[in-house]
């Protein structure tokens, strides 16, 4: 079966630092791979998604970049960070017709 | 443009039956999903609708019309755990992207 894992679980960074946040899938190939910011109190915003290695599409224009080095894994970074990027990162991988969330990662700005 | 809505919050009684409705405006139609987030975890999959019709998973079962644009989530026999919040999503065009709804918020009272 699939599963998909994220890390860290938590994690409070001061405004201005970077971010790296990593998802992995097992038990699936060549999935797409999607992730999502949810701010506290609100919906899911996508951010980015990936159909392959190395394709990269953004949704939304702001200090956050994505990488897809391998196949199953799908990362997301940030150089400097704002006090508005806090919120819930999940990150996705969705087969023909369902769509899976990982546990997620929820990031403090401070 | 692009956009889901449903109610923001919505009460019901343990026992009882509920029914989430949402509607829908996209410039694509692949399939119609809801999920399921408790409060501080990520969203777990319910069920995916792509013909018109009721498909029923145990309590839970989720209805679509493709022409009026709308869907509902049926919960049957409700129980304290099913307090969550409750988010439709679309998949909106050829690249498999969810554009999600805000979610409806369902407290189970006893």
């Known amino acids: 079966s699939q599963t998909i894992h994220q890390w860290p679980a938590t994690l409070v960074q001061p405004v201005g630092s970077p971010l790296s946040l990593e998802c992995t899938v097992e038990g699936t190939s060549n999935p797409n791979l999607y992730w999502y910011r949810q701010a506290a109190g609100r919906g899911l915003q996508l951010l980015f998604y990936s159909v392959g290695i190395g394709q990269i599409s953004s949704e939304v224009p702001q200090n956050l970049s994505a990488s897809r080095p391998q196949d199953r894994q799908f990362i997301l970074s940030s150089k400097k960070l704002l006090l508005s990027d806090s919120g819930f990162y999940l990150c996705?991988?969705?087969?023909?017709?369902?769509?899976?969330f990982g546990p997620g990662t929820r990031l403090t700005v401070t | 443009g692009q956009n889901i809505d449903q109610p923001t919050e919505m009460t019901a009684t343990e026992g009882a039956i509920v029914q989430i409705n949402c509607t829908y405006q996209t410039s694509g139609f692949n399939g119609l999903f809801w999920y399921q987030q408790h409060a501080g975890e990520a969203p777990t999959f319910l069920s995916y609708n792509v013909l018109d019709g009721l498909e029923e998973k145990g309590r839970f079962s989720s209805f679509l019309s493709r022409s009026k644009g709308y869907s509902y989530l049926l919960l049957k026999e409700l129980q304290m755990k099913d307090s969550a919040s409750y988010l439709c999503?679309?998949?909106?065009?050829?690249?498999?992207?969810?554009?999600f709804g805000t979610g409806t918020l369902l407290a189970v009272q006893p």
């Open positions: 996705a991988w969705r087969e023909t017709y369902e769509q899976y």
């Open positions: 999503a679309v998949d909106g065009g050829a690249t498999n992207k969810l554009i």
